[in-house]
């Protein structure tokens, strides 16, 4: 089996869920509570990756840092590297890639919170910031949590984003994907069908755990 | 607004001498959203709210200070505990730990405090909210409907116990209600408000023994307005005619068209025309329908204008009244109050 595409698999996809809560829940807070007239279109550009190819989002991303792009321009000189083919570039990739299987059910859980209890903490004097740390999130925990796992679990499996943006570059930007297609290739099929079966082992894993998890966490706090 | 509801209320409240003011009216009326302007949950489209010496809204000046700064603790309908934390958590949520502690033993929650809000009834939910309020030392309490969301028998207990619970903060109040049992036990000073104004404000006895006009008395449980027309003025009293009768009042100088209004437990009935008791007004009638209502019953009565008493389940069974009947209805010249008649009203000014 290929450890060393499995363990960067792993760490592509832990990266990318951590970032993509970083940035996902402001967007989804955003999207959950403003009444601005145009949010339907950042909600449609948040959904893209639904519908999108791979390749067509992995040759824009390719486009939008490579070297000649100002923030590839900018990443070479703060840094000296390049993000194409690199770790950092299939992180920006993935991200992208995986933003709606994180924004989306957030987003849905920070909706389905009684704006009444919102209402109530911000009269108490208690800042929209802390308000949200202390009622939203709490509240909305398990949609947060599928948010996280769903993104994990894409993201360990993704394929043809990683083709057009990381190549195969053993340690580097070969994942497990990559590394079956590989296998494949050179019909080397004994190791393709180890590391097949242990991803589908390991998603399993990681949705039953998720759902398991959901059960036990709505009945702690049923949202009566 | 947005909404395309038009609110437009000028008041001032005297906070400081009435500690709870009831905001009545019917459904519809604007009342909570009136609530919410003041809570800064929605902005008003121009006007001023001020509290004390500070201004919370100024449309002309673009003041608008949010919830948080205000101070203003709105109470809503349904409590709005928040579901995942105990009730010690929810009363010391905004507040220091030894203010929601002491406030947890004088409203008798502290064996409640490891509960989830779901686990309690509805008059205590009412009591964590209250005390969750009280808890983050608002300068104004601002409650929606606080009895609506209990039974009609856990509303009687607990409106007594909410007013003391209101008085034991000396927080300023402010209650939203369209019941007007309610208003008169908790309120020391009333606002009605019809179809989004300001129709009267003043004490809570005064508002209700003299509505300013025909729409406040009808909102205000006022059952019998019947129009009418002045006949004659003698000796500080004026003698009405209400369809075929004819009634004595107190002169409140009014002219023109009237309405006389009389509250439904103001009315008596008999059997016989009473000659030589000091009531004047006498009309009779016959009995339309007779409504048990506990230890009361409702009886509507055609004396020519349609007529509505309150009087006791024991002198429903005394006077053996039944629909059919010939029943004489008797009203205290002091119970008649005769308001300007809505639509005329405002050609007297």
């Given at each position: 089996m290929?450890?060393?595409?499995?363990?960067?698999?792993?760490?592509?996809?832990?990266?990318?869920?951590?970032?993509?809560?970083?940035?996902?829940?402001?967007?989804?807070?955003?999207?959950?509570?403003?009444?601005?007239?145009?949010?339907?279109?950042?909600?449609?550009?948040?959904?893209?990756?639904?519908?999108?190819?791979?390749?067509?989002?992995?040759?824009?991303?390719?486009?939008?840092?490579?070297?000649?792009?100002?923030?590839?321009?900018?990443?070479?000189?703060?840094?000296?590297?390049?993000?194409?083919?690199?770790?950092?570039?299939?992180?920006?990739?993935?991200?992208?890639?995986?933003?709606?299987?994180?924004?989306?059910?957030?987003?849905a859980a920070f909706a389905a919170v009684d704006r009444k209890l919102v209402e109530a903490s911000w009269c108490l004097g208690v800042s929209r910031m802390a308000t949200f740390r202390r009622v939203i999130v709490p509240l909305a925990l398990p949609g947060i949590a599928t948010g996280a796992i769903l993104s994990f679990a894409h993201t360990m499996g993704e394929f043809g984003v990683v083709l057009m943006v990381g190549g195969n570059i053993a340690g580097v930007t070969r994942t497990v994907s990559i590394s079956i297609y590989d296998q494949v290739q050179g019909l080397n099929y004994a190791a393709a069908a180890e590391t097949s079966l242990f991803l589908v082992a390991v998603s399993f894993t990681v949705l039953a755990l998720t759902y398991a998890l959901q059960r036990r966490v709505w009945a702690i706090w049923p949202m009566s | 607004?947005?909404?395309?509801?038009?609110?437009?209320?000028?008041?001032?409240?005297?906070?400081?001498?009435?500690?709870?003011?009831?905001?009545?009216?019917?459904?519809?009326?604007?009342?909570?959203?009136?609530?919410?302007?003041?809570?800064?949950?929605?902005?008003?489209?121009?006007?001023?709210?001020?509290?004390?010496?500070?201004?919370?809204?100024?449309?002309?000046?673009?003041?608008?200070?949010?919830?948080?700064?205000?101070?203003?603790?709105?109470?809503?309908?349904?409590?709005?505990?928040?579901?995942?934390?105990?009730?010690?958590?929810?009363?010391?949520?905004?507040?220091?730990?030894?203010?929601?502690?002491?406030?947890?033993?004088?409203f008798g929650l502290a064996e409640l405090a490891d509960r989830f809000p779901r686990e309690l009834s509805g008059g205590q939910q009412q009591r964590v909210a209250v005390a969750r309020a009280l808890a983050a030392e608002p300068a104004l309490?601002?409650?929606?409907?606080?009895?609506?969301?209990?039974?009609?028998?856990?509303?009687a207990r607990i409106r007594q116990d909410l007013r003391r619970m209101l008085l034991s903060g000396g927080v300023p109040s402010i209650v939203v209600t369209h019941d007007r049992m309610e208003a008169v036990a908790l309120g020391d000073w009333m606002a009605v408000m019809v179809g989004g104004r300001i129709r009267q404000a003043g004490p809570v006895q005064d508002v209700f023994r003299h509505p300013a006009d025909a729409q406040v008395a009808e909102s205000v449980g006022v059952e019998n307005v019947l129009p009418a027309q002045i006949v004659s003025h003698h000796s500080g009293l004026l003698t009405v005619e209400v369809g075929t009768a004819q009634l004595q009042c107190v002169d409140s100088g009014e002219t023109g068209p009237v309405v006389a209004c009389i509250r439904a437990e103001d009315v008596a009935l008999t059997r016989d025309s009473p000659q030589d008791s000091s009531v004047r007004n006498r009309l009779p009638g016959r009995v339309l329908s007779v409504i048990p209502e506990g230890p009361l019953a409702r009886v509507e009565m055609d004396c020519g204008v349609p007529l509505v008493a309150v009087i006791t389940a024991q002198s429903v069974d005394e006077l053996q009244l039944k629909p059919g009947d010939d029943v004489c209805a008797v009203v205290k010249t002091t119970a008649v109050h005769l308001t300007a008649a809505p639509y005329f009203s405002r050609q007297r000014t």
């Open positions: 290929d450890w060393q595409a499995i363990w960067l698999s792993v760490r592509l996809a832990v990266s990318t869920t951590v970032i993509l809560l970083a940035v996902g829940m402001p967007l989804a807070y955003w999207l959950a509570f403003s009444p601005h007239r145009w949010k339907f279109l950042v909600e449609a550009v948040v959904a893209l990756p639904l519908v999108l190819p791979p390749t067509v989002l992995g040759f824009y991303v390719l486009l939008a840092i490579g070297p000649r792009s100002p923030v590839g321009a900018l990443y070479g000189r703060l840094t000296g590297g390049m993000l194409p083919f690199s770790f950092q570039g299939l992180l920006v990739a993935s991200v992208l890639y995986s933003l709606p299987f994180t924004v989306q059910p957030v987003a | 607004m947005a909404s395309g509801f038009e609110l437009d209320a000028e008041l001032r409240l005297p906070l400081d001498e009435s500690p709870v003011t009831v905001l009545f009216g019917p459904s519809g009326s604007g009342k909570t959203t009136l609530l919410r302007l003041l809570a800064g949950l929605d902005r008003p489209d121009d006007g001023a709210i001020r509290f004390r010496d500070g201004t919370w809204y100024d449309g002309g000046r673009g003041i608008c200070l949010p919830p948080q700064q205000r101070r203003a603790v709105f109470l809503f309908q349904d409590c709005a505990l928040f579901p995942h934390l105990t009730v010690a958590a929810n009363v010391e949520y905004a507040a220091r730990r030894e203010t929601a502690r002491r406030l947890m033993g004088v309490l601002l409650l929606d409907e606080p009895l609506s969301s209990l039974d009609a028998a856990a509303r």
